[in-house]
């Protein structure tokens, strides 16, 4: 997230039909992991999914849950969680308490929604059946809980820039609502484990870097894998391989990197601003993308299914 929050929270600044093909040869059937497709549609060619400015500069924090539903938050205005069902209209699914504005959306291992509340410094629960929204943890010492990325026990953790001061924060939270400050850096924006859970990724002020994810939730070794001169970063999720795909904010672009920071392929939107992705699809294959300076979505296939779309199959 690009924003820069007054001490009011007002925002500064920043802001299928699928078809299986199925190849038989020599009474050999061949499935790829990502086969389903719509027709003529090629792999890395973002299109665009929805209206312009149906949703405010604030759009972000697309996650997908078990059911391949898409959500996003301040779709119409600020304050609201978006949903779109596969072959459906886009609408409102739920409105945040008074106070509240979402970013980053994940889903933990119950199919619980989990929203980093930025001007209310909450990370919040939202039971998905009865929609009712509890907070998981309230920690005032964060400047805006932001990005999220969750492991496999649960976890949260949370990037926490300090925009005006060029400053921030790591943080975990734990499945209790405990609150643990990991590590201080630059501008901590997007955030990810590796599938492994071996690794997080946490991007900042140009730079991308590793950590060493211990079986406790705690960090060390950290390290820069990659370094980007022209413009920033935001969002960003792994594939099932391990791989890092980048929302660049300002080069109108969502680059693929390998764990070790090399540069695998770059996919151009039409939108210039992309504020973070999320894999879902049948197959985990598709990606998409919440679009600030256009106020939508696009979206786009790619070779390799997403971490989370993996783990919820389990």
Known sequence: MHFLISKSGSIKHKMVYCKTFTIIFLSLTIISACSRFKRNEKLFEAVVIMAENSSTEGVEGPAVDRKGTLYWVNYEHQGTIGMLKSGGKPGIFTELPSGSTGNGIRFDKQGNMLVADYTGHNILKINMTTKEISILAHEPLMSQPNDIAMDSKDRVYASDPDWKQGKGKIWRVDPSGSVTLLDSLGTANGIEVSPDDNTLYVN????????????????????????????????????????????????????????????????????????????????????????????????????????EWKMQKK
């Open 204 to 307: 900042a002020a140009g730079k991308v870097y590793a950590y060493n994810l211990m079986e406790d939730g705690s960090v060390n070794g950290k390290r820069i894998i990659i370094v980007f001169q022209d413009g920033g970063m935001d969002g960003m999720r792994c594939d099932v391989n391990g791989n890092l795909y980048i929302a660049r904010y300002g080069q109108g672009s969502v680059v693929k990197i390998s764990p070790e920071g090399k540069i695998l392929k770059e996919i151009r939107l039409t939108g210039k601003c992309p504020t973070n992705i999320a894999f879902g699809g049948r197959d985990g294959c598709r990606v998409y993308v919440t679009i600030q300076d256009r106020g939508n979505l696009e979206t786009f296939k790619t070779d390799s299914p997403g971490k």
